[in-house]
């Protein structure tokens, strides 16, 4: 009965101890894992900020490309329709001697792309209309929207530094053209 009590006691005391230095073990590594993960996290933010950021600005950049796209075709459009009335009365004034010139055409189909870019939030568009006149019903005319897309951050410096010559200093020039046949 002795030997049973000594021995039940120095396996107790062998628990006791050995459950102590795991759990000391444990907080040590668990401090430390604590520390090691801050520390992978600092490491990691920048390059994860710089992909959300580039994501951003792809999406705008892809999202004005739509917009001036869809503005070309609203050109194009009005320019295909009303091509054919250079040189008739306009009909929605009571002036006889107002007639429709390829100025007045122009400047239509130019003021239905800046309407277009407006709605959908893009500010400032050019818009070029070739050819300037003498449509004809079945020829084409074609219709071509530039923007440049201000304040990319990590865009704006990438395309600057890989191009060979930088041309606008701190945006993103964009393009959009259509073509469209001049209804009769």
């Known amino acids: 009965m002795l030997w049973a009590g000594i021995i039940e006691n120095y396996l107790l005391k062998n628990a006791y101890w050995r459950k102590m230095m795991r759990d000391q073990n444990r907080n040590r590594r668990n401090k430390r894992s604590r520390g090691q993960g801050l520390v992978e996290f600092?490491?990691?933010?920048?390059?994860?900020?710089?992909?959300?950021?580039t994501t951003i600005e792809l999406g705008r950049l892809l999202y004005t490309q739509i917009v001036i796209t869809n503005a070309?075709?609203?050109?194009?459009?009005?320019m295909s329709v009303n091509a054919s009335r250079e040189g008739k009365k306009n009909t929605t004034t009571s002036d006889p001697d107002d007639v429709y010139t390829a100025t007045i055409i122009v400047n239509g189909a130019s003021a239905a792309v800046n309407a277009e870019a407006q709605n959908s939030g893009i500010g400032a568009v050019t818009t070029s209309v070739s050819p300037t006149s003498g449509w004809e019903a079945g020829t084409t005319v074609a219709v071509t929207v530039d923007t440049v897309v201000?304040?990319?951050f990590i865009l704006g410096f990438a395309g600057n530094a890989f191009s060979p010559r930088v041309q606008h200093a701190g945006g993103f020039p964009l393009s959009?053209?259509?073509?469209?046949m001049v209804q009769p």
């Open 176 to 180: 959009a053209s259509t073509e469209m």
């Open 150 to 152: 201000e304040d990319l």
């Open 42 to 53: 600092a490491l990691l933010l920048p390059l994860l900020l710089v992909i959300v950021v």
């Open 72 to 78: 070309a075709r609203e050109g194009a459009y009005y």
